[in-house]
């Protein structure tokens, strides 16, 4: 199937872990996203990427450090988890094209920290 | 800096009725506009986009959006509600030489049998 999919689902983890989540697209984009949505379920971005080059790094703590290895790959290491980083992290991509191209969404990775 | 309301936190319609979900965005050029369906436990789907042209977009499972720029609006809108479409449905906003969408706080649509 073609798709943006991320892995894991759901992940739990302690209060100063590290932890990371991945995400893959198959559908020959050139911009990967991460999305964070908190409990009120508001979406906010974090990070884009263009041809493994970062584009948008939002007011995000340097905890978070987003790695691209390729184009079809844009995963998500979190250092020091805090209780406040709970959240649902979406990865995303879009097509080549400017800005105006909508954004395909993964599932999701539902983050507990305990 | 782009902004997007959806003043509706939660919207009940009773299964058949129409519906219509608000949408005001800020942005000070023609924007990009989206609207995406979040069902429980899922990703987004994207339901239609405006670019520009045609101000009435469709879009899937029978939704349509119009683009009004003296409002700075772009209601969804559908006839005939099923209960399928129950879910969180989000629009948002994409700005010239930003890759990346501004979405408003979403709207709930709970619908009755």
């Known amino acids: 199937d073609t798709a943006v999919s991320q892995t894991p689902k759901y992940l739990v983890t302690q209060m100063g872990n590290d932890k990371s989540i991945k995400c893959e697209q198959n559908?020959?984009?050139?911009?990967m996203y991460w999305y964070k949505q908190d409990s009120k379920k508001f979406l906010k971005i974090m990070f884009s990427?263009?041809?493994?080059?970062?584009?948008i790094n939002e007011t995000v703590p340097n905890r978070f450090s987003p790695k691209s290895p390729d184009k079809a790959h844009l995963n998500l290491h979190i250092n020091s988890l805090e209780l406040g980083d709970s959240a649902v992290y979406f990865c995303?991509?879009?097509?080549?094209?400017?800005?105006?191209?909508?954004?395909?969404f993964g599932q999701g990775t539902r983050l507990t920290v305990v | 800096a782009q902004s997007v309301t959806q003043p509706d936190i939660h919207i009940t319609v009773s299964e058949g009725a129409s519906l219509e979900l608000r949408c005001n965005y800020s942005?000070?050029?023609?924007?990009?506009l989206f609207w995406y369906v979040q069902s429980p436990g899922q990703g987004l789907q994207l339901l239609l986009k405006?670019?520009?042209?045609?101000?009435l977009v469709q879009g899937i499972k029978g939704f349509e959006a119009e683009f009004k720029r003296s409002q700075s609006s772009f209601n969804l809108r559908k006839p005939s509600v099923h209960w399928s479409d129950a879910a969180e449905y989000f629009c948002?906003?994409?700005?010239?030489?930003?890759?990346?969408?501004?979405f408003g706080s979403g709207t709930r649509l709970q619908v009755q049998p």
């Open positions: 995303a991509s879009s097509p080549p094209g400017g800005e105006n191209t909508e954004a395909f």
């Open positions: 559908l020959g984009h050139d911009t």
């Open positions: 990427y263009n041809n493994k080059e970062l584009i």
């Open positions: 942005y000070g050029a023609t924007p990009y």
């Open positions: 405006y670019f520009s042209g045609d101000t």
């Open positions: 948002a906003v994409g700005a010239a030489g930003r890759r990346a969408l501004t």
